[in-house]
């Protein structure tokens, strides 16, 4: 129930939800600090009611009165919230209203005891209203609300040590009578500008975080819109494709028409297929059948099979472990082995075989296949995984980018590495302990 009415209190205006993530995620900030603001005042006011039969009548009205209408603020607030639409001014409007409403909690106390104004703890609030700053990641709200802070108290201070001149004293004479120690005064000043300050470090470090983490969902999201729409294009594709392909074979079975021509549509036909099927793979990977199975034992038969098949272009292994079990999917494994050795062998100095190595590293192991071919230039690698980026005449710029998301999604990863000369891919896998623990 408890849970339930929190999302509830912070659920967004639908007036909200055209604007940016990181709107979203400010307009949300601002609900959760009211949300614990009126947590604190409630808080706040059932302790210091406890003792409230033991309080003169002004401390009363200063706990209690100013406290009633701290919380009558704070919920009309999320009331508000909750009917209309964020805006960015409101955090400024809050936090201005919170330390009002602190600094007269203080001007007030001078009616019970002038001295007693500058000893009270209710100058914690404005800690209080420091960390509902922080919670709006806000660097100008920062820097705004320490700055009102220490000129709101110093005009509390100035104001009550003009009208009654207040009798200073050592320490001693400041916990034991009622004059007041100046070094306590400048303590609180310190104390304020150094909270302040950490409140500023704080607003900026969660600033770049909601920031890296709306525009990482802002990718995300165009990036599901873009492969949506990718894949209806591909399907639209593939439909007419077919139908191109059968009617060219009809053509040649019959002798119609001009061989070479035939030939040509067949085999562009054929290449459009598969760059469509590699793409539709991409887009909608099939699901992960998980067993167990002796890693390096896989993939010393998978090159004993490349080899068989091409021994003029053969693929030695070697491992340094005889055993790594892991539970996993040996079948895309052996697809991302395959689409390295297929790259390796066309770039890879004719009579020279592909390499690779097997290491492990604890719950981890390292699959490195490697090449003595030309490598990737340096202003090339970067773009290595993405989508359709390709450095062969042949290749349809899609393979990596399949297999490093494969990997991934086994709980494992793809990366290059620059050898000198040619180029070295590794693919991580993970036992299912480990993946288990990175979940």
């Excluded at 053509?251 to 590699?278: C, P, Y």
């Excluded at 067993?291 to 099979?305: G, K, P, Q, S, Y």
Aim: hydrophobic letters at 45%; a positive charge.
């Amino acid at each position: 129930m408890i849970s339930a009415l929190y999302h509830r209190l912070l659920r967004a205006h639908p007036g909200e939800l055209g604007h940016n993530i990181g709107f979203q995620e400010e307009a949300r900030a601002e609900r959760l600090s009211n949300f614990i603001r009126i947590i604190y005042v409630l808080t706040w006011m059932v302790f210091t009611g406890l003792h409230a039969h033991e309080n003169v009548h002004w401390a009363n009205i200063t706990n209690l009165g100013w406290g009633a209408v701290w919380f009558v603020w704070a919920f009309g607030v999320q009331m508000w919230l909750r009917r209309n639409p964020y805006r960015p001014h409101y955090k400024f409007v809050t936090t201005a209203a919170d330390i009002f409403i602190v600094s007269a909690m203080l001007w007030t106390y001078q009616f019970v005891s002038p001295s007693f104004a500058f000893k009270t703890p209710t100058f914690l609030n404005y800690f209080c209203c420091m960390g509902l700053v922080s919670l709006r990641f806000n660097r100008r709200l920062a820097v705004f609300g320490g700055l009102l802070t220490l000129i709101l108290y110093l005009v509390v201070v100035v104001y009550i040590e003009t009208l009654y001149s207040v009798p200073h004293g050592t320490n001693v004479d400041h916990i034991n009578t009622a004059k007041i120690n100046l070094h306590y005064i400048g303590f609180q000043f310190a104390y304020l500008s150094m909270f302040g300050f950490l409140t500023y470090v704080a607003a900026v470090n969660v600033g770049r975080l909601v920031e890296l983490r709306a525009g990482e969902s802002e990718i995300a999201v165009q990036a599901r819109e873009h492969s949506k729409m990718a894949k209806g294009v591909a399907h639209e594709i593939k439909n007419p494709l077919e139908g191109i392909y059968g009617a060219a074979q009809l053509l040649r079975d019959e002798g119609k028409g001009n061989s070479r021509f035939i030939e040509m549509i067949l085999k562009d036909a054929l290449r459009l297929n598969e760059t469509v099927q590699q793409f539709l793979s991409f887009s909608r990977p099939p699901p992960v059948k998980n067993r167990a199975f002796n890693l390096v034992e896989m993939v010393e038969n998978f090159c004993l099979e490349q080899t068989d098949l091409k021994p003029d272009s053969p693929v030695n292994f070697s491992s340094g472990s005889p055993v790594f079990p892991v539970v996993s999917d040996s079948e895309a494994i052996r697809q991302i082995l395959l689409n390295l050795v297929q790259n390796a062998r066309r770039f890879q100095i004719a009579g020279k075989p592909v390499r690779i190595s097997f290491e492990a590293h604890g719950e981890a192991a390292e699959v490195r296949v490697e090449d003595d071919g030309a490598g990737v230039s340096e202003d090339k690698r970067h773009r290595l995984f993405e989508p359709f980026f390709t450095t062969s005449t042949k290749g349809t710029g899609l393979g990596l980018a399949i297999s490093r998301k494969i990997a991934r999604e086994l709980g494992g990863e793809l990366y290059h590495e620059a050898l000198q000369p040619g180029s070295r891919f590794v693919l991580v896998v993970k036992t299912s302990a480990a993946q288990e623990a990175s979940v």
